[in-house]
């Protein structure tokens, strides 16, 4: 079964490779969706995959790359789409 997780991360986040960090971590994990910083400083991520990985992406945002200081992450789950083919970083 495949899940679909939206996280908005808050805290430092910007500035501090958490794009790129978080690419590498959802590749990593088999993972498939985008990333991106939003205009309020946050840096929203969509990430879809198995039950296990998108929980494990989680936990990941929730102290993101070594420099972010994230504050909390506000987190909703829905069934999967399948509309994305890998994992992306938006500008």
Same mark, same amino acid.
């Given at each position: 079964?495949?899940?679909?997780?939206?996280?908005?991360?808050?805290?430092?986040?910007?500035?501090?490779?958490?794009?790129?960090?978080?690419?590498?971590?959802? /590749? #990593?994990?088999?993972?498939?969706?985008?990333?991106? /910083?939003?205009?309020?400083?946050?840096?929203?991520?969509?990430?879809?995959?198995?039950?296990?990985?998108?929980?494990?992406?989680?936990?990941?945002?929730? #102290?993101?790359?070594?420099?972010? /200081?994230?504050?909390?992450?506000?987190?909703?789950?829905?069934?999967?789409?399948?509309?994305?083919?890998?994992?992306?970083?938006?500008?």
């Amino acid at each position: 079964m495949k899940r679909r997780g939206h996280f908005v991360c808050h805290g430092r986040v910007q500035g501090v490779f958490f794009r790129d960090s978080a690419r590498e971590e959802a /590749n #990593h994990i088999g993972l498939t969706g985008w990333v991106r /910083n939003r205009p309020d400083g946050t840096v929203e991520l969509v990430a879809e995959g198995g039950i296990e990985g998108v929980e494990d992406f989680h936990r990941w945002c929730v #102290h993101g790359p070594p420099y972010a /200081n994230v504050t909390s992450v506000d987190v909703s789950y829905s069934a999967a789409t399948g509309e994305f083919e890998g994992f992306c970083v938006h500008f």
